[in-house]
C-alpha cells in the first residue's frame, strides 16, 4: 500500500552552467524540479512507498518526467498524461529562474482528479503552496486532497513554498495563508511565515502539531505542544542551494514517519538538505538511507 501521497506540479529544468549569468549561458544540464516531486524522490530513497499525483504533457518532457521519477520507484501509476497541454519547464542558474508553466498540464488538475485518484490508505499527504497557485482548478484539487486526508485520518504536510513570481502576496496570503492553518505538519520559511502572518504559535494554537521553521540564520526549528528543537545547518559545501528546503522536509518527514523525535527528524532533514545543496540539480543529492546515515555519522562530535 502506498505510505505518502504528494500533489504537484513536475517541470523539466534546464539548470544553466555554472558561473555564467544565465542570459549568456550556453550548456544546460537537464533534470526534473517541483516542489512536491522533490520530497517524494526523497522520501522514495528513504525506502518510504510514495504516490505522486498530478498531469504532465503527451510530450517528451512528460516522458523524461515520468521515467525520472519511476527509476526512483515513485508510483506514478496515477499521473494523467493530457494531450492538450504541455510540461511545465524552468530554465535557472542559482539565482534566476525563468518559469514556462502557465497554462501547463499540471495548471489543470482538479478536484474531481484527485477524489478519483484517491489516497490509496496513506497516512500522510504532503503538497506546497505552489500547486494551489497554479490555476483555481489546482487550488481546488488542493482543497480536495486536504478533504480526503481528513476524512480518512491520514496526516497533512504543508510546505507554503511562497514563490512571489506565481502570485501578489495578496493572493498568497487569501489562498496559501487559509491552507497553511489547515495543516498538521508544517515546513516553512521564516519570512513565508511573516509574509503569511502566522507564527508557530499561531498555527499550534490550531490544527498543527509540528511546525518546522527555517530561519534566515540558517538554524531549523521544530515547535510542537512539547517544546521546541534547533538544528544548525549542516552544510559545508554549497554547489547550488536550491531543493534544500524539500530535502529537509523529506528527511524529517521519513524520521517522523518511523516515530523519531523532533531532535532526530531536524538531524536527518538538515544533513539531506546539505548533501542536496552539495550538489547542482534538486534530486542528485537525495540520500538513500545508507547515505543518509553516513552523513549522520559524519557529523557526530
Ligand atoms: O524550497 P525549495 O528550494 O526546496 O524548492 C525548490 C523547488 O518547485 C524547485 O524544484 C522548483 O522547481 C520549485 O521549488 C518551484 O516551482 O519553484
Ligand atoms: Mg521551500
Not at 48 to 60: C, K, Y
Not at 67 to 77: E, G, I, P, Q
Request: net charge negative; glycine share 10%.
Amino acid at each position: 500500500n502506498t505510505e505518502v501521497v504528494t500533489l504537484g506540479e513536475a517541470m523539466r529544468l534546464l539548470l544553466a552552467e555554472p558561473g555564467v549569468a544565465l542570459r549568456r549561458a550556453r550548456t544546460f544540464t537537464s533534470s526534473v524540479a517541483g516542489a512536491e516531486t522533490n520530497v517524494a524522490v526523497g522520501l522514495a530513497r528513504l525506502g518510504h512507498r510514495v504516490r505522486w499525483l498530478s498531469r504532465v504533457g503527451d510530450d517528451p518532457s512528460g516522458a523524461h518526467v515520468l521515467a525520472t521519477l519511476r527509476a526512483d520507484d515513485v508510483d506514478v501509476s496515477r499521473v494523467e498524461v493530457d494531450p492538450d497541454a504541455y510540461t511545465g519547464f524552468l530554465i535557472r542558474d542559482t539565482e534566476t529562474v525563468e518559469y514556462h508553466r502557465s497554462g501547463s498540464a499540471a495548471s489543470r488538475l482538479s478536484a474531481a482528479y484527485v477524489r478519483e485518484a484517491g489516497l490509496d490508505g496513506a497516512r500522510l499527504v504532503h503538497v506546497s503552496g505552489i500547486t494551489a497557485m497554479l490555476s483555481s482548478d489546482a487550488r481546488e484539487a488542493v482543497e480536495a486532497l486536504f478533504t480526503l486526508a481528513r476524512a480518512s485520518g491520514a496526516w497533512v504536510s504543508f510546505d507554503p513554498n511562497v514563490r512571489l513570481k506565481l502570485g501578489h502576496p495578496d493572493r498568497w496570503r487569501e489562498t496559501v495563508g487559509t491552507l497553511l492553518t489547515r495543516a498538521d505538519l508544517v515546513f516553512t520559511g521564516e519570512d513565508e511565515l511573516e509574509l503569511l502572518g502566522q507564527t508557530p504559535g499561531t498555527l499550534l494554537a490550531g490544527r498543527a502539531q509540528t511546525v518546522v521553521v527555517k530561519h534566515r540564520d540558517k538554524v531549523a526549528r521544530a515547535v510542537t505542544a512539547d517544546g521546541s528543537w534547533s538544528q544548525p545547518s549542516l552544510v559545508t559545501q554549497v554547489a547550488d542551494p536550491v531543493g534544500a528546503g524539500d530535502a529537509l522536509t523529506s528527511g524529517y518527514l521519513s524520521a517522523w514517519l518511523r516515530g523519531a523525535s523532533p531532535e532526530e527528524a531536524l538531524r536527518a532533514g538538515a544533513a539531506s538538505a546539505a548533501l542536496v545543496v552539495g550538489t547542482r540539480t534538486d534530486l542528485e543529492g537525495l540520500p538513500d538511507q545508507g547515505e543518509l546515515t553516513k552523513a549522520l555519522l559524519g557529523t557526530e562530535v
